[in-house]
Structures are given as C-alpha cells and as structure tokens.
C-alpha cells in the first residue's frame, strides 16, 4: 500500500496491521526470535498511532529494539559487501588500529610518573581491556553477518535511542580523533623529509605543522586533507586493496618495533629497574588509566563483520589475537626503555628516541621516524574504514538519509558514507588544531565498551523468564537493567573519589552497592549459553568490566562529562526529529534493499 508522504508518524505506524509471517528461524538465533517478541511489547498498534502525542510516541518509537533476523544473514541478491578478510588480516586490523606512534611517546611520558613500573601499568591496562575485549569477541560471533558493532549490539539489546546515542558519542570521537591523527600524521612526514639536509628548515609551517591565522581560530595545514584524501580513495577502491595497504604498513610496524626492542635490550642497565616503582602503587594505577587508551582500536574488528571470510570463528581470534599482540609489544617497549635510560632523564616529547639518541644509536632513531609514520596512517585508515560501517549500518535502518546505506555494485565498498567522513575529517584537519579538544576524546570509547559489556548479560538472559514480575510493576528484565545501572553509577562515583582523594569509606561504599546489584544479576537472573564464542565468567566479568570502564570515566576532563551531556541532548534532539519517523527496527517486515551479503560461509548464521 501507497504510504502518505505528508504523514509525520513513524514507519512501523503507517504500516498497515497485518498478520505477521512464519518464517523458519535458524537455531543460532532462537534467542532473538524471543527478543523480538518482546520488543513488540514496546511498539504501540499502528491503528490507535494516531492519536498518540508527540512525546509517547517518541516514547514509543526510543523503546524499539531490532530483532536480527537469521534469513537476513543468507540474503544473496542485491549488492553488497564482500567477504574477502581473513583471521591475519583481522588481527593485523586490530593491531593497526591501535598502535600508533604513541607506542614510542606514551610509553615514555608515564614512566616519568611511575618508573619502571610503568609495565606494571600496562600489564593493568592490558587486562581490563581484555575484560571488553572478551564481551567483544561474544557479540561479534553472535552477530557475525551484520554491520554495526556496539551500535548494532546495543539496539539488539536495549532499545533504538539508546544505540543512537552510542552511535554519536563515537562518532564524535572517530571524526576528531580521525582529523587530530592526520595533522599528526603530516607533522611526523614533515619530520621525516626534513632528515634530508636540503629540505630541513625550508618547509613552510602551513603545508604539515599547522599555521594560525584570526588569532588562532583557523588553523591551516595543507598536507593533512591530502592524506586524507589519498586514504579515502584507497578505501573506496576496494575492502581488499585497503586491507592490502594495511597489512604491509602494521607489518613494516611491528618489525620496527622489534628491531627497536633487540637494539635497545643489549643498552640495558637493569640497575636503572630499582626501585620499580618509585612513586608508589597508586602511580602504577594512575598510569594504567592513562595507558588504558593505547589499547583502543581491538574493537574496530568486529566492524568488519560482513568482510570476514568466517566470521563467527575469525572475529574473536581477531579481536583477542590483536589485543594481545598488542600488549606484548608495549610491555617489551616499557622494559627496554626504563632500562637504557634512568626514567628521570626521560624526555617529554620523544623519550625513546632521544633514549638512543643519548646511547649513540642514532640510525634507530630514524627508525623510530618510519614506525610513527606507518602507525599512524594505519591507525587513521582503520579509523575511517570503521566509521564507514557504521554509517552503514545506520542508513541501512533509517536512522540516518538512505545515501548512507548504498553500496557500490562493484567494489562493495560503502562508497557515500566513505566519501562523507573523509570529507569531514579533511575540512576538521585542514582548518582547525582539534590537538586542543583531545581532552574531551575518549567518551565514546568507554560509552560504547560499557554499553557493550553490558548488552553480553542482557542478551544471555533467558527470555522465558523477561516476563516474569520482580518487585511491583517492575519485571525481571527491568529489574536487571536497574542492576547493571546501579553497577556504572558506582564505578563513576568510586572514580570520583579516587580522583579528588575523598575518604576512603566513600569508594568501598560504593564498591558494596555495586557488590549486591552484582548478586542480584547473579542469582535473580537466569542465564543460557549462547551460540559460538561464550564470554566466562558471565555475568562477573561484564560486571567489572562496566564497573572499571565507568572509573575510566570519571578520570576523564570536566569538559569531556559536558561534552557527554550536550552531545546526548542533540542526538534526543536529532532522533526525535528525523530517526523516530524513519527508522526500520525489524529486518524481516521492512527488507532494505541495500542489504545483501556475498560469500556467505556455512558457519555462518
């Protein structure tokens, strides 16, 4: 039937009342199939719709969830992306995302702070983010044909709003971080022409450093929009020419990384290791939450859900493999670094370098130049790359204008939304100094890890029991969801009293309420097992990991709290005006035409 294009009530309101279809649901997805029961309890009839207000049916519409249907994922015509990613691949994806040329930097700078105990703090890091990385690598074998990530997962699991508002805290982050690493990136390739004699000093500021003009307020750098350009290109050619460029320049990272680590091991005085940790514990700890986001970027893989040749086995090898990986190359670089040099004569701003600097070993130095460079265009080429799915994703269901959803007949890639975030990331890095809003990055990263740790024990429940009633009108799922609420609330205030001193009773208050809403997740709930990669220790480890993460939280910059705040209203503020009315929750009443996925394996659901 003819939809009325004047109507402004949802897409799911307009629809006529039908009877639904019996469709044959495949066993990997029997979980969902429930969970889209439910979520039809949030959906009003479309026949009284009408004469709903605005507000209940924003209500109404925030409430939907998506149920993921299992002959979606077997869908074989159309266009779409293509499978053409292996677990190596994967894995060097992940290692691509995160290490950047921080890994010569950031090792540094914290071992002024904590000494040598700075690999204690990486050792912290590395283990909770493990914790996320392990609810990762669940929901991407549980949904290992669909394109979304946490955004995905958390409308599977809560609600549509919800995973919008998710959506634009990471996206913010990805589009600053995107443009602060490509003036980065410029500044570093300035950097190493300039080891030629001729060209030192005769590169004008504005075409790689960045030169201010109306008193700062613009901030122009030529360099950095080219080599966003020049990704993006390479990007919208094909997953596999992308993934090719990837693979060479993390390799070329890694070797690097390891030739510096047995250059540097030989330079060791382990009387520079005593006393380890100089400054006490508390260091080690402060250290690990600011070394917590070397690690970020594991998650990327599990965006790459509808290229992964075999899914459901390959991406939570990816996503752990690459996590690991990753943790053993900074551990090694701590070690190498606190031992060649007393961490007190550590330099700010290139301490490994000028660490060989200092022993006569200046050709590592040079090295050290080439790793920055390959680590972060491989950094800023997954970033965009994830970005892309993500807008995806979005446009697939309705969130965001159908542009977004169209992929390209033959190269399969998302060629709009590629084209969409390398522009904004070349018109924020060719005009403005986004160094100076990196304080209020990283929201996102710990919103989307919270929100996705927790979406691992909403989705381990068992349905049958949802309906059941707790304690007056609230039902067990409720009651569940009021747990895990309870849980981040703790983390944020436990982080706020580490972070300004308060007494101590403060925190293990905090830490006791956590405790008892972990019991009630415990033993109020009942649990199955899902299909693919399990998670253990569910529902503990989702638990400490929501709880560590919102302590991250609190840790961040004031600015970066407001930024949370007024991101959120605005995105309110968007779905309320466009996403409510054009959002498709259910793939199976409302097929889009741009979903089509080739080379679908057989262990793939």
Known sequence: MTQEPTSLLPVWARAPTRRPKTTRRHPLHLHEAAMEEEGADHRPPSSSSGGRGFLSGLCAAALRRKPISAHAAHAASGEGLVRQLGVFELVL???????????????????????????????????????????????????????GGAYLYTYAAFNELTAFLVFTQLMLDYHIGAASIARSLASYFVQFLELIPFLKGHIPTWIGHGEEFFGGVVSVNILAPILLIILTTILCYGVKESSAVNTFMTTLKIVIVIVVVFAGVFEVDVSNWSPFMPNGFKSVVTGATVVFFAYVGFDAVANSAEEAKKPQRDLPIGILGSLLACVLLYVAVCLVITGMVPYTLLGEDAPLAEAFAAKGLKFVTVLISIGAVAGLTTTLLVGLYVQSRLYLGLGRDGLLPSIFAKVHPTRHTPLHSQIWVGCVAAVLAGLFNVHELSHILSVGTLTGYSVVSACVITLRWNDKTTSCRSLGNMSIWQEGVLCLVIIALCGFVAGMCYRFSYAIAFMIIALLIAVAAGFALQFRQVYVDPPGFSCPGVPIVPMVSVFFNMLLFAQLHEEAWYRFVILSLLAVGVYAGYGQYHAVPSSSDHPHPAVAYHGIPSEAP
């Open 93 to 147: 994806l992940g290692i691509g995302a995160s290490i950047g040329a921080g890994i010569f930097v950031v090792t540094g700078t914290v071992a002024r702070d904590a000494g040598p105990g700075v690999t204690i703090s990486f050792v912290l890091a590395g283990a909770a983010c493990v914790l996320n990385a392990l609810c990762y690598a669940e929901l991407a074998s549980r949904f290992p044909a669909v394109v």
